[in-house]
């Protein structure tokens, strides 16, 4: 089997790498081959992975290539991992919209149509050649916004794409540590789109014990789980995601950011910091570093569902997957965040039905801003990206979208395509 990673020179990869280990050990023989156009990165990258898989004794065939379609050739997943633009057009997504008063964020919001709109001219091209040179390959989209790229892959594209996400599992994880019980005996009853997602009800090995995390989130502050979030459980009575603060807590969350520095400002420290470590040759194993750079579970995500498409195992995982009616108040077309059940070539979605009032204007609005971005981006159209960027709920107001709009495309003039 082999598996090729889009943007294998991410300072990601080595945690990537680590689950591979696991897969090997049930999918012999294992390629594993890395794509970048950055080729000092991905020399770093690829050098210090070989001195990974010597240490793990594992027989992993390892390359890397500035060449897609070398990536691409016999693969069986591809795995996207791409930043349009890097850390630069990051803080530029996370400090235009606060001019205006609006949330800066890499995923939602201005900050997040932004990173889309540049994102997807390029995953649209990366798709016509793994049409032509891997057609049966899945993709394991984990590019941002996960959701909106894993929508305009399945809505223009033939190729057999799934978004991934780690909120879920970290979810998982959380709950995991507050009912100390194993990870995988936790299912979540969750439903939504990418970062806007809401758990109903939580199940230990089938039994509902719902009611019993409520009573251990009011008792107790974790890790994950903020007073912010207690307030979103207590008001709705459902589990949030971490990017639910965005939604109802919106003028504190922008004051918070306006006092504190911007998000990829730390990134960017944090990646000098891993590429000096990768770079030393007696390091050979994942440092504690690399904790700090987010994306907590990644691998553990990906190497489940890659193991759930293979047979390996099945059972139950929340991904981003085509809608086709499993939520009745959301386009069939639409890509959402649910669970499914995966066995092997199988993928059966959970039906959730109708959406719950007090959640369902949040969700079908985000979902109007999501396929109007979507649109805008592939007919480089200017009037969907005002429309996009005026129904987002973080915005809400034509004079402002018209405003940060502008800036957005000044901003991202190399990257953009014109809109008119």
Not at 355 to 367: C, D, H, Y
Request: a positive charge; proline letters at 4%; charged letters at 25%.
């Amino acid at each position: 089997m082999k598996i090729a990673v889009i943007g294998g020179g991410s300072t990601y990869t080595p945690e990537l790498l680590e689950g591979f280990f696991s897969l090997w050990q049930r999918l012999k023989p294992l390629k594993v081959s890395l794509y970048d156009i950055n080729e000092e990165k991905l020399k770093i990258i690829s050098e210090f992975l070989k001195r990974m898989i010597k240490k793990s004794n594992t027989e992993i065939e390892f390359s890397a290539t500035l060449g897609l379609e070398e990536a691409l050739k016999d693969a069986d997943f591809i795995i996207s991992q791409i930043r349009i633009g890097g850390l630069s057009a990051r803080l530029q997504d996370e400090s235009i919209p606060l001019k205006f008063g609006l949330l800066g964020q890499e995923t939602t919001g201005p900050g997040g149509f932004a990173n889309a709109l540049r994102t997807i001219p390029v995953v649209l091209d990366i798709a016509k050649k793994i049409e032509k040179i891997s057609p049966n390959a899945w993709l394991i989209n984990f590019t941002n916004p996960s959701g909106i790229i894993t929508e305009t892959l399945s809505r223009y594209t033939k190729v057999k794409v799934l978004g991934l996400c780690n909120v879920a599992i970290n979810l998982q994880n959380d709950l995991s540590s507050l009912l100390n019980v194993p990870m995988d005996d936790i299912f979540l009853d969750c439903f939504g789109l990418n970062h806007l997602t809401f758990t109903k009800r939580v199940f230990v090995r089938g039994k509902d014990v719902t009611e019993e995390v409520f009573k251990k989130i009011k008792e107790q502050v974790s890790r994950r789980i903020s007073k912010k979030d207690k307030k979103i459980v207590e008001t709705i009575k459902m589990f949030p995601n971490y990017y639910l603060q965005y939604y109802y807590f919106r003028e504190e969350k922008i004051k918070e950011l306006k006092k504190k520095p911007r998000r990829a400002k730390e990134v960017e420290k944090i990646e000098k910091i891993l590429l000096k470590l990768y770079q030393d040759p007696d390091l050979n194993e994942k440092p504690k570093e690399l904790s700090q750079r987010g994306g907590a579970l990644y691998s553990t995500a990906a190497v489940n569902l890659i193991s759930h498409l293979t047979g390996l195992q099945k059972g139950f995982q929340i991904i981003n997957i085509t809608n086709r009616g499993a939520i009745s108040d959301l386009p069939e077309d639409s890509v959402v965040e649910m669970p499914v059940f995966i066995e092997k070539d199988r993928v059966q979605r959970c039906i959730i039905g109708k959406l719950p009032l007090e959640v369902r204007g949040t969700i079908q609005a985000v979902k109007a801003y999501e396929q109007l971005t979507i649109e805008a981006a592939v007919e480089c159209s200017y009037r969907k990206a005002l429309m996009a960027l005026t129904q987002h709920p973080l915005v809400s107001s034509l004079t402002l979208a018209e405003k940060v709009l502008s800036k957005l495309i000044e901003a991202n003039k190399k990257y953009f395509p014109k809109l008119s």
